[in-house]
């Protein structure tokens, strides 16, 4: 596990809740070894955060309220187009020593991101760029590729 820069965090990604973790932030600092980076939040007051890599995967921790409280508990994201979001929790759980039945909460569904944004080719193929969880964020970015000569398409698959 180590801190990323949040410009490694893809331009294009997103977040996408994955789970809570039974843990005050100085608890995973603990932990982890990893000092979350403190920061006011406007209705929230003070809020801790860090981007991290485990593996291939890359995660958002957040935590409010103070460094020792458990309450609310630590919200982590993923990105918004994980490929395999089981392995992404699979390789949390593991680096943090925990178990899902720890966990106050995880994403209801784990199932691969629906969503794909898709390329016309001029033979009148399709070619998949990426996919993300929800339409809203899969429009966003093809909104941002407009710019691009190249047409595309937003399809559930």
């Not at 949040?6 to 294009?12: E, M, T, Y």
């Not at 990105?79 to 943090?96: F, I, K, R, V």
């Not at 966990?103 to 998949?128: F, H, M, S, T, Y």
Request: charge should be negative.
């Amino acid at each position: 596990m180590k801190v990323i820069d949040i410009n490694k965090w893809g331009k294009f990604t997103g977040r996408e809740a994955l789970c809570s973790l039974p843990l005050s932030v100085n608890e995973f600092s603990q932990r982890t070894g990893i000092e979350l980076e403190e920061f006011a939040e406007d209705g929230l007051g003070v809020c801790y955060c860090a981007f991290i890599q485990i593996r291939h995967s890359k995660y958002f921790v957040q935590g409010f309220v103070s460094r020792d409280s458990k309450s609310p508990p630590l919200s982590i994201d993923m990105e918004g187009n994980q490929p395999q979001p089981m392995s992404c929790l699979q390789d949390l759980l593991m680096a943090l020593g925990l178990t899902a039945q720890q966990l106050p909460w995880i994403k209801n569904d784990l199932a691969p991101p629906q969503w794909a944004i898709l390329r016309q080719c001029d033979d009148g193929d399709a070619v998949e760029v990426s996919r993300y969880f929800r339409e809203s964020a899969a429009q966003w970015v093809l909104k941002q590729l407009q710019s691009d000569r190249s047409d595309y398409v937003v399809s559930r698959v």
